[in-house]
């Protein structure tokens, strides 16, 4: 047999900002490939609809209401989980702004989610993934196409990213001899909540997708599967990468 199936059953897998847009997408989407999600959000309600989406895969979600953000209730919180072998580390946010109008608060903010916070998850995920040496760990870091390449009005939001895609390959390198793999994906614009907003400006959502060769944003789905196959042993030898999901933007 050649073909390696996305199975994750009896995998626990935690999904930060699980609540809403692609992480409650992946959450979803990890249930039905029959792992265990450790959903966390700092909003009760998202996690409890979370609980009944998943319900109807029959699959279980443990709830973690926290805020990434609190590094002292994130070490509390996760300290009470046994295991992880799965990592999303998807939460994050965006806020557009033109270079020279960039305020301090919203650097600070959109700098201290997307990857402070990014990397404080992923070091307390890989000290407890370490622990459990006969079980095989899969993080993956929920970066962006802008992650590689630039755009107008994205100045914060592409220093993060890039970040991220830094921390990717340098925790891909480091752990890869100690049964963690570490990988990214960067999906364009996807037709999530944020970017629906981001949207109603028509003059830019016609820039966005002029951009995209497929002419489309990606779903929710897309981003889901491509982060399952990057969970599972079907990627077995994949480390240190990141998997555009772009519809061929950064293909030009």
């Known amino acids: 047999m050649y073909l390696k199936k996305i199975n994750l059953k009896k995998k626990y897998a935690l999904v930060t900002g699980a609540g809403k847009g692609l992480g409650r997408a992946c959450s979803i989407a990890l249930a039905e490939a029959g792992a265990n999600v450790i959903g966390l959000s700092r909003t009760q309600s998202d996690l409890n609809k979370l609980e009944k989406d998943i319900k109807k895969t029959k699959g279980r979600l443990i709830k973690v209401n926290c805020d990434v953000m609190n590094y002292v209730d994130l070490t509390n919180k996760l300290k009470k989980i046994k295991i992880i072998d799965i990592l999303v580390n998807n939460a994050g946010t965006n806020i557009p702004e033109p270079f020279e109008k960039i305020q301090q608060k919203s650097m600070n903010y959109i700098v201290d989610l997307n990857l402070k916070a990014a990397f404080n998850v992923a070091q307390i995920v890989v000290k407890k993934m370490l622990k459990n040496k006969k079980r095989v760990g899969s993080i993956i870091n929920m970066s962006?196409?802008?992650?590689?390449?630039g755009m107008t009005g994205r100045n914060v939001y592409n220093m993060t990213k890039f970040g991220i895609e830094g921390l990717t390959k340098g925790m891909g390198v480091e752990l890869a001899s100690?049964?963690?793999?570490?990988?990214?994906?960067?999906?364009?614009?996807?037709?999530?909540?944020?970017?629906?907003?981001?949207?109603?400006?028509?003059?830019?959502?016609?820039?966005?997708?002029?951009?995209?060769?497929?002419?489309?944003?990606?779903?929710?789905?897309?981003?889901?599967t491509a982060?399952?196959?990057?969970?599972?042993?079907?990627?077995?030898?994949?480390?240190?990468?990141?998997?555009?999901?772009?519809?061929?933007?950064t293909a030009k």
Do not use: Y
């Open 227 to 249: 982060v399952c196959f990057l969970a599972s042993d079907a990627a077995g030898m994949i480390t240190g990468t990141s998997l555009l999901i772009d519809g061929g933007w």
């Open 178 to 224: 100690r049964n963690i793999r570490v990988n990214a994906v960067a999906p364009t614009f996807v037709e999530t909540p944020m970017v629906k907003r981001f949207f109603k400006n028509k003059k830019f959502k016609k820039l966005a997708l002029g951009n995209i060769p497929m002419g489309k944003a990606a779903t929710e789905s897309d981003v889901a």
């Open 144 to 149: 962006s196409q802008l992650g590689h390449v």
